[in-house]
């Protein structure tokens, strides 16, 4: 088991709901983004003079630019529908976890300056003014929410404290209070291109290595192009994919799926990333200008069609904002929809029967699949409501005898949250992580108890990631963790490979 | 007319505006504000048909609710239950001739009161009890409950028990809603009534500017009433459009 100064939470059979705690992770803060990170996106370098007023400014013009903000901070009841919904007040007790109080935290100051009620009974109705103490609280709750959505589904008003977390993050960032962890994230995408802050040669090299890999495995060919004008279509994936495991074996199956359809296809230097971290700072700005790359690769490259490799909060800004921020994409082929999920690419190649598989060669495994937030509850896959769902485990099906699904609570739109989304995935924030994890780590355990699960599938980086590190605190395998088109490319058979069976004929034969 | 009568009138023209124009401004302002990005709880429907099924479903059976949990919504649907069917009912005090489908109800639906203060009680044992619900509940959360379970229980104490001159409040409502002052009778004096409609009028006061918001909140909430069609049309607000050129 991995070693923690923290106490790890125990896993139970049935997922219990704890007595609260009142500030037991107060302290957990990450790390504040220095003055030159803040500067590469615009914000100021460190918390400016009269913060006060100038956030409440901000928060003025938020609730002018979005109905949700307006709507949401209005509307709760405090039903408490949502108090036992969040994976980080189940993992840590802390009441502030919970969506509705980790609301009310800007809930309390906006009836402060723009309510009646607020103005005049304060008391009566739990208005404060913001000060210090609560701009701490911000700080440290509002980076200790993944924005995942989960409270959104149960809420009787759909309430999504995602919203309000992100225009929390926003005005913290536009008083200088931002977080060192995306904020210099999206630096390195402006300056390099990626996440990872990969340069363009470095790349190309990882590449030629992946080609030199399944080359020496399969005896084919298969290429991984970079910056290739003229090719169909455009791959725009996690920058973990280049390097991370288990990303990596990821990008080898989409490459492998590619190959066997015939796809001319390519990977760009400037788009080498999917993820846009500007979604987790609120920044509709940043957003917009970090999306703008991709539709600048494509035109560039000349390409007619833009598919997204398995990363879960890229694919939401992809599915659902892509259109409104870079758009209209009506230089593309229309045939297809923009963009495009890898999931939905290759469930229709598997239809089309293009993919010779081999379902066998997946035998060692006893699959389960963790639906990311992001895909299940604020994007789609396929035509139909509910695609984000049957598609993977379509996919998972075909190439995969053994499935197994985990408890209905914590799958589908129900699925909880890695524990290391929304710009949470940083070491200075490893207690949230661990602990947001728990809900996860007892359905999956119970799943390897019943039903001896080996892996479990998902189909983003930063659930990937996430995992790799936090399995280990629960004492599981940190190999668990698989890519979907890891077990793609586990059963598929390319089209003039050497089988185990050819090279035993062959060995008869000599 | 005596002073008590002169009061509520006043009141209760002030509260029908009050009620009225604030309302109708939260809800311009709801209107008015955009909503930049798509951001509909998914899966959701893609066709408005399907959002206008969606919404339905919301406000009518509380389905978000009821997946998070049983009692909440057992207690909060009752309660809203309750409340409907005797507002309904209560279209009799307002109209000459009642509407028939009033008529026809009015002897069953007064016995849904019971099921509103039930449902009201459930809601403040919850608050009172759940650790969790008690943390996050603030003064304004409880006297929002009594001031309902004051209205239930006043309402269904004049209802079932000590009967008022309801054909006195009905003709002072008549007269108020016509502005007819002459000959308006004096409201009935026990204190039953006079607490019931005290009640009431500070109800009109409060709504639009405290969490009663929800109810027109919830028909403007984006993740409620987008349609998932974000690649098929482009959406986009116009202080968005701006940052393009």
């Known amino acids: 088991m991995a070693k923690a100064d923290f106490e790890i939470p125990e896993l139970k059979e049935y997922p219990e709901i704890p007595p609260v705690q009142p500030g037991a992770t107060a302290g957990l803060k990450s790390f504040v983004a220095k003055p030159e990170m803040q500067d590469a996106l615009g914000f100021p370098g460190e918390l400016v003079d009269g913060w006060q007023e100038k956030a409440i400014e901000h928060m003025g013009e938020l609730l002018g630019k979005y109905r949700s903000l307006q709507v949401f901070l209005d509307s709760c009841v405090k039903c408490g529908a949502c108090t036992d919904k969040c994976h980080y007040y189940l993992g840590t007790s802390d009441p502030k976890n919970m969506p509705v109080a980790r609301q009310d935290l800007l809930r309390k100051v906006y009836r402060r300056y723009f309510t009646f009620a607020g103005k005049y009974f304060p008391k009566l109705v739990g208005a404060t003014d913001l000060n210090k103490e609560v701009l701490d609280d911000w700080y440290s709750y509002f980076h200790q929410c993944s924005q995942c959505r989960r409270c959104s589904v149960f809420c009787p008003y759909g309430i999504d404290t995602a919203e309000i977390s992100m225009a929390a993050r926003e005005i913290m960032d536009r008083i200088g209070l931002g977080q060192k962890y995306c904020n210099e994230i999206i630096g390195k995408v402006y300056k390099i291109g990626n996440n990872l802050g990969l340069p363009g040669p470095a790349l190309e090299d990882t590449l030629e290595g992946l080609e030199e890999d399944v080359f020496d495995e399969t005896g084919v060919e298969v290429k991984y192009p970079l910056d290739k004008k003229g090719a169909d279509v455009l791959l725009v994936t996690p920058s973990a994919d280049f390097f991370a495991e288990p990303h990596v074996d990821g990008l080898i199956g989409y490459g492998k799926v590619f190959h066997e359809a015939g796809i001319d296809w390519t990977l760009s230097t400037t788009a080498s990333e999917a993820a846009n971290f500007g979604m987790f700072i609120g920044s509709y700005e940043n957003m917009r200008k970090i999306s703008m790359r991709i539709r600048e690769a494509a035109l560039e490259l000349g390409v007619k069609r833009i598919i997204f490799g398995e990363c879960g909060h890229a694919w939401r800004v992809a599915y659902s904002f892509l259109n409104t921020l870079a758009g209209p994409w009506d230089f593309l082929d229309k045939n297809y929809p923009m963009p495009q999920h890898i999931l939905e690419f290759t469930w229709g190649e598997i239809q089309k029967g293009t993919l010779n598989i081999d379902k066998s060669l997946n035998d060692d495994m006893v699959v389960t699949f963790h639906d990311s937030c992001n895909v299940a509850r604020a994007s789609r896959m396929g035509d139909e409501p509910g695609g984000q769902f049957t598609i993977p485990r379509n996919v998972i099906k075909a190439v995969c005898n053994n499935f197994v699904d985990m408890d209905p609570d914590t799958t589908h739109e129900k699925t909880f949250c890695c524990g290391g989304g929304g710009g949470l995935l940083t070491d200075d924030l490893m207690e949230i992580r661990v602990k947001g994890a728990k809900p996860r780590m007892e359905a999956l355990r119970n799943v390897i108890e019943e039903h001896g699960v080996t892996n479990m599938a998902a189909i983003c980086a930063i659930c990937k990631a996430q995992f790799t590190k936090v399995l280990p605190y629960y004492g599981l395998g940190m190999d668990m963790i698989v890519s979907v088109h890891q077990l793609v490319s586990n059963a598929v058979i390319l089209t003039g490979q050497q089988t185990e069976e050819d090279e035993s004929k062959e060995d008869d034969a000599a | ?245």
């Open chain 2, 1 to 245: 007319m005596s002073f008590l009568t002169v009061t509520f009138a006043a009141l209760y023209y002030a509260a029908t505006v009050l009620l009225v124009v604030g309302l109708a401004r939260r809800i311009r302002l709801y209107w008015k504000t955009p909503a930049p990005l798509k951001i509909p709880t998914t899966p959701a429907p893609t066709s408005t048909g399907g959002v206008v099924m969606r919404m339905f479903r919301e406000v009518v059976f509380f389905e978000s609710l009821f997946k998070s949990t049983k009692w909440t919504w057992l207690f909060g649907w009752l309660f809203h239950l309750g409340l409907f069917a005797v507002l309904f009912r209560h279209l009799r005090y307002f109209q000459e001739p009642v509407w028939a489908p009033v008529v026809w109800v009015s002897p069953l639906f007064k016995y849904l009161a019971f099921a509103m203060i039930i449902g009201l009680l459930g809601l403040l044992a919850r608050r009172l009890f759940v650790d969790r619900v008690r943390y996050i509940s603030a003064p304004s959360d409880f006297l929002m409950l009594f001031l309902l379970i004051g209205i239930g229980a006043t309402g269904a104490l004049t209802t079932f028990v000590t009967h008022t001159d309801v054909v006195a409040v009905k003709s002072f409502f008549r007269h108020l809603m016509t502005f007819n002052f002459d000959t308006m009778p004096n409201v009935p004096t026990d204190p039953l009534m006079v607490a019931h409609l005290g009640l009431v009028v500070v109800l009109m006061i409060v709504f639009p500017i405290s969490k009663l918001l929800h109810a027109p909140g919830v028909f403007f909430s984006p993740t409620r009433n987008q349609v998932d069609n974000p690649r098929e049309q482009r959406h986009i607000a116009d202080w968005a459009r701006k940052l393009e050129q």
